[in-house]
């Protein structure tokens, strides 16, 4: 996976306290994520825990996300210790998710497995404004997202953009002479 220190593209805006049934709900655990098989099935999976009613995350035709990035508030991926809702998100095309706060286990899995980049926003940083399908561009070095009413400011990403970049934590020690 390449990460691009500056991304743009459109957003999927959700709330606090997203789950990772939710993002995966647990019937489909027994998909093997290793398997190219499993990871096409896991991306089409992809946010199928959401409410009824929610705008649809997958586009059917593709089977893969309408969208670029997440954007939550607080405690995003609270629950299991799901790798394999880390893994659906990655394969649906999701680059990163954004928000307030992340559960710590999920903000881990995303850097092991190097699927998504959790970006996490400063605490002055305030989506409220941002909407599903609007464009945004991340800097990741310049630590902001640009949207249409300003820029939000957010935490460092320093070295865990490398990671996941790499493929996760075993490819960047492998690929840094580490391991």
Known sequence: MTINKIMRGTVYVLG?????????????????????EGREELA?????GLPEGSLPFINPKTRL??????VAGKNFGC????????????ASGVKAVIAQSF???????????????PVA??????????KTGDVIDIDLD???ITTRDGVLNTAPVGELANIVAAGGLFAYGRQTGKI
């Open 16 to 36: 606090d306290n997203i789950d990772t049934d939710q993002i995966l709900t647990a019937e489909y655990l027994k998909i093997n994520p290793a398997s190219e």
């Open 44 to 48: 089409s999976l992809a946010m199928c």
């Open 65 to 70: 996300a309408g969208y670029d990035f997440i």
């Open 79 to 90: 629950g299991s210790s799901r790798e394999h809702a880390v893994v659906a998100l990655g």
């Open 103 to 117: 559960a710590r286990i999920f903000f881990r899995n995303c850097v092991s497995t190097g699927q998504l980049m």
């Open 121 to 130: 926003l400063n605490s002055n940083s305030d989506t409220g404004t941002m």
């Open 142 to 144: 310049a630590h902001c």
